[in-house]
């Protein structure tokens, strides 16, 4: 158990709706990444928080956001969803700003289906 | 840019022979290197990682690998496998700048036979 928690485990939903997806950090770590494993992408950088603030961001579209919250749990937004949004997506904290620095601890990740 | 490439999809192994999994990476600065290992529906595991220093970099689970910059390399050794090892294997490059990232190649899933 890594100490990252992510919610819901599972999620179904149709094309064109809305999802959120949530993310508790190991406690005591600032840093929230957020990733899409899918077969044909493999595992792909989303977005990193630090601390409230935007550090980082990767290939994310823009109909994705995020956001992460004075307690340090983020939520990852989808939305206007499309069949290729389906995927794993992974959360993992880490105590440092520095992505190549810090270990980052990976949750077991949420995984999304659009029918 | 960085870009991390793994040959091959699935690596088959007996139990008690060597494990072999190849990463060729790009950067164009000195790079951070990693390899997880992902077990069916968990989360990624950090492996090993190498830094600065030493380039033979031991891991936990009896892993271990070595940086060679004149090749770009970073494979992934284990002198003899265990059926426990069976999971996909990613190796990942990072930069230290300040919008540092993960580079993830696109992982080898290592199977054990009995």
């Known amino acids: 158990d890594s100490g990252v928690t992510q919610t819901p485990k599972h999620l179904i939903t149709a094309t064109g709706q809305r999802v959120t997806l949530r993310c508790s950090p190991r406690?005591?770590?600032?840093?929230v990444y957020w990733y899409q494993q899918s077969l044909d992408q493999g595992l792909q950088f989303l977005i990193q928080?630090?601390?409230?603030?935007?550090?980082a961001k990767g290939n994310i579209l823009e109909r994705f956001s995020a956001q992460q919250f004075p307690d340090l749990h983020s939520e990852l937004n989808l939305s206007s969803l499309e069949l290729g949004d389906s995927a794993l997506y992974f959360c993992?904290?880490?105590?440092?700003?520095?992505?190549?620095?810090?270990?980052?601890?990976f949750g077991p990740g949420t995984r999304l289906t659009v029918t | 840019a960085q870009s991390v490439t793994q040959l091959g999809s699935h690596v088959s192994v007996s139990e008690g022979a060597l494990v072999l999994l190849r990463c060729n990476y790009s950067?164009?600065?000195?790079?951070?290197l990693f390899w997880y290992v992902q077990y069916p529906n968990q989360g990624l595991q950090l492996l090993l990682k190498?830094?600065?220093?030493?380039?033979l970099v031991k891991g936990i689970n009896g892993f271990e690998a070595e940086f060679k910059k004149s090749e770009t390399s970073f494979h992934l050794t284990k002198p003899s496998a265990h059926m426990s090892d069976a999971a996909e294997y990613f190796c990942?490059?990072?930069?230290?700048?300040?919008?540092?990232?993960?580079?993830f190649g696109k992982g080898i899933t290592l199977s054990v036979r009995p």
């Open positions: 190498y830094t600065t220093g030493a380039t």
């Open positions: 406690s005591g770590d600032l840093s």
């Open positions: 993992a904290s880490s105590v440092g700003g520095t992505a190549g620095i810090y270990e980052q601890y």
């Open positions: 950067s164009s600065v000195p790079p951070y």
């Open positions: 990942a490059v990072s930069d230290l700048g300040a919008n540092s990232k993960l580079t």
């Open positions: 928080y630090y601390n409230g603030e935007e550090r």
